[in-house]
């Protein structure tokens, strides 16, 4: 396939694969989105979504959140790791939040990227999930898949998410990037691939990648 096809193949079996496509963390409005976000860095969205639920109970806006101590946050995030920078990153935040926004979380990539704990990564998801606005946040089954398809060359998540948003329409990119998501997990994880579940890789993978899977898992025939 060229890559042109290999694109349209992407899209067209994602459709078909995730007609609808649920959001992957537990939110109700773009601030528990932008918490949950944080709290997933080195993170499963599994933990993230048993945690969050105690967290917003006792504060699932920024007035609230203030309201609480960073202790008091970091203990409750701790089972989601890194709860030392989090726990002050949420505190901080939302202290910005109220200050600089009236408690809004702000609708662009420059403002969110100001607050504390906050990369580029965690914007676009919050751009693209709670307000709409076309984006391709770059996660690692993203990065690992957009390799696999030999869209990308894999030197690391910036260079990917370019190439995304080179290859694939704009009008795309905030379903696309859920539908990989999805995919990555249920049939192109990192470890226990099954190549022949994979039936994107298997069609219009890196050609290196498949010799190599097979010489580590040898086929009877």
């Excluded at 370019?162 to 994880?189: C, M, T």
Aim: proline share 7%; charged share 20%; net charge positive.
């Amino acid at each position: 396939m060229t890559k042109k096809e290999r694109v349209t193949f992407v899209i067209n079996t994602l459709k078909k694969l995730y007609p609808t496509i649920p959001i992957p963390l537990d939110h109700k409005d773009p601030y528990t989105l932008l918490i949950a976000v944080l709290l997933s860095a080195q993170c499963t969205d599994v933990r993230v979504n048993q945690i969050t639920p105690l967290l917003f109970a006792k504060a699932d806006n920024p007035f609230d959140m203030i309201k609480m101590s960073v202790e008091e946050i970091k203990e409750i995030i701790r089972p989601c790791g890194l709860s030392p920078m989090k726990s002050k990153g949420i505190h901080g935040l939302s202290h910005i939040l109220i200050d600089k926004y009236n408690g809004e979380v702000p609708q662009s990539f420059e403002a969110l990227e100001q607050l504390p704990a906050v990369g580029h990564k965690t914007a676009s998801v919050v751009m693209s999930q709670a307000f709409g606005f076309p984006a391709f946040p770059v996660d690692t089954h993203i990065h690992r898949l957009m390799y696999r398809w030999n869209l990308t060359n894999g030197k690391n998540v910036i260079q990917t998410e370019k190439d995304a948003k080179r290859l694939f329409p704009e009008q795309v990119w905030n379903d696309l990037h859920l539908q990989i998501i999805w995919y990555g997990r249920q049939y192109s994880p990192a470890r226990g691939w099954n190549l022949e579940d994979d039936i994107i890789t298997k069609s219009i993978g890196r050609k290196l990648v498949i010799i190599n899977y097979y010489k580590k898992n040898p086929v009877n025939s």
